[in-house]
């Protein structure tokens, strides 16, 4: 169980950091900063994990 939390975790923040990085890249060259990339990955796995929490609440009533 906590392995599979932890594989999602690191799924996430991947998949955001490279999205992130990828439209930064396109839309806005030679502007973006590792800082951005990072933050705005964090704060898409943190909603992530929010929205599973919620879901899981909402299942249980």
């Known amino acids: 169980m ?3 939390e ?4 690191v799924l996430a923040f991947s ?3 490279s999205a992130v990085a990828a439209y930064l890249f396109v839309f806005h060259p ?5 800082k951005e ?14 929205g599973r929490w919620l879901e899981r609440r909402m299942a249980r009533g």
């Open 30 to 34: 030679a502007t973006a900063t590792l």
């Open 37 to 50: 990339v990072l933050s705005t990955a964090f704060t898409g796995m943190v909603g992530v994990f929010v």
């Open 6 to 9: 932890l594989f999602i975790a």
């Open 15 to 17: 998949a955001f950091a």
């Open 2 to 4: 906590i392995l599979r």
